[in-house]
């Protein structure tokens, strides 16, 4: 066989799979990682139901409590950052929490739920606390115009957790100050825009948080409950803050010494490999109810989603308004009587589910597991364990390192293949399928084209 040919044979067995292979990768990288406006199917601006936004009664007198204003993006707002710091605030009992945004109606969050403010920024009350979670665009011009009014009004200070330090970075906050952020947001935070004649702020990379004039930052992951605990421990106590982390599940003080390895730029191909070739994209889903706990909500709805092959939403039994445990006021993206079942449901141990959501247990299988059941910040070393059960321990120690979190016992001294066992499969059956598809290409060919010197021989 000649060379040319060889490698003709080669290309044939090799093509297809490889351009299944990138456009399933390209899918994930364009509809991931390039997502910035994680607006959720359905995501409406709407009253939900014909209902009135609901009104907000603040206390009065002088035993009024202080306000802590959590500022929203109207595009997203970080799932994780809003839901975590709001159920440890809520549990200190020291700020009546409120929230505002630019505009005030249904706004995204990364993870699949809808939240409605409060109050718009310019009608907001004055606050207390500020506390700045990560938005998707924190250089829209009302939000950081708005932000930058609000920022010294606050008596007790400006609370920047996880990657809120880039809008307190953006305000200005930070100016010749000392701060600490989550490791992706490390490099951006060190450099200095041009011409802006300002000193850079300096980047502590080794703290778990960073308390530096008024403002407070924390590393990534549930690590925003450390500055969140600093603000709790600054208002009301060291034993406050003390017991609030004992309830939580949490530690505190935060170790010295921050020690969390950033993924490599093999692990994020992993991660890409690993969703480009998952055909079978699993949804974990979490039931919306009133006077639900926020943290393992947060936990839940971003966590998972770090794999890039797990999608999160929220389901409810109606679309309408929910109001959680500590005041903050919830839109699910999907009514029961309409969703697809997910591949699994969280609820609260309270929440009265509908017959039709018991029977997906009942016929399907699908595991209904109840977030109250566990201390509220042990829900993202659960989330890490679900993640390895569906796409292996080395996705799981992945997600891990985005997370900032110690692998959880059970994911130790697991194998932790180069390659992902799920897309090595997945590879090899796409080669499999490609081989046969083109042995029975050449099979029809040489049955419907006659061979050579065929039609001479017929028609003489």
Do not use: C
Not at 58 to 75: C, D, H, T, Y
Not at 270 to 287: M, P, Q, S
Request: glycine fraction near 10%.
């Amino acid at each position: 066989m000649k060379p040319r040919s060889i490698a003709a044979h080669v290309l044939a067995f090799l093509l297809p799979p490889g351009i299944v292979g990138l456009l399933a990768i390209l899918t994930v990288v364009k509809g991931t990682l390039l997502h910035r406006e994680p607006k959720p199917a359905g995501f409406s601006r709407e009253t939900p139901t014909g209902l009135a936004f609901p009104s907000v009664q603040l206390e009065s007198g002088p035993k009024a409590r202080p306000i802590a204003l959590i500022v929203l993006s109207n595009q997203g707002t970080s799932a994780q950052d809003l839901f975590t710091t709001t159920e440890a605030l809520g549990r200190s009992g020291l700020w009546q929490i409120v929230t505002a945004a630019p505009l005030r109606h249904l706004s995204a969050t990364t993870g699949g739920v809808s939240i409605l403010p409060d109050y718009s920024l310019d009608q907001a009350p004055r606050p207390d606390l500020l506390v700045l979670p990560g938005v998707i665009d924190p250089n829209h011009p009302q939000l950081l115009a708005e932000v930058k009014r609000l920022g010294p009004l606050a008596k007790t200070g400006i609370l920047a957790p996880g990657e809120g330090v880039r809008l307190a970075g953006l305000a200005g906050f930070l100016r010749g100050q000392e701060a600490t952020a989550p490791l992706l947001s490390l490099e951006a935070l060190s450099q200095t825009p041009k011409n802006s004649g300002e000193a850079a702020p300096k980047i502590l990379p080794e703290a778990w948080s960073v308390e530096s004039g008024s403002v407070i930052t924390s590393a990534g992951g549930p690590a925003v409950l450390d500055a969140t605990l600093v603000a709790i421990r600054n208002q009301g106590g060291e034993a406050l803050a003390q017991r609030v982390a004992g309830q939580l599940g949490w530690r505190y003080p935060a170790p010295s010494q921050r020690n969390s390895p950033l993924p490599s730029k093999l692990d994020y191909g992993r991660l890409i490999l690993n969703a480009g070739f998952d055909w079978g994209r699993r949804t974990v889903g979490v039931w919306l109810s009133p006077g639900m706990p926020e943290l393992a909500l947060g936990a839940w709805l971003e966590t998972p989603r770090r794999s890039l092959s797990v999608e999160t939403t929220s389901l409810a039994g109606e679309r309408t308004f929910i109001r959680t445990l500590h005041g903050l006021t919830l839109v699910a993206q999907d009514p029961a009587t309409d969703a697809y079942p997910p591949d699994l449901l969280l609820a609260d141990s309270s929440a009265k589910l509908p017959a039709n959501v018991l029977a997906w247990e009942q016929n399907l299988g699908i595991p209904i597991v109840k977030i109250s059941d566990a201390p509220s910040a042990s829900h993202f070393s659960l989330a890490l364990q679900k993640i390895s059960d569906l796409d292996g321990p080395e996705i799981a120690s992945i997600v891990a390192r985005l997370q900032e979190m110690e692998e959880p016992a059970a994911l130790q001294g697991l194998e932790k293949p180069l390659i992902p066992k799920k897309t090595l499969w997945l590879s090899l059956r796409i080669l499999l399928l490609g081989t046969l598809g083109i042995l029975l290409f050449r099979s029809l060919l040489r049955g419907i084209l006659p061979s050579k010197g065929s039609n001479q021989t017929q028609f003489r």
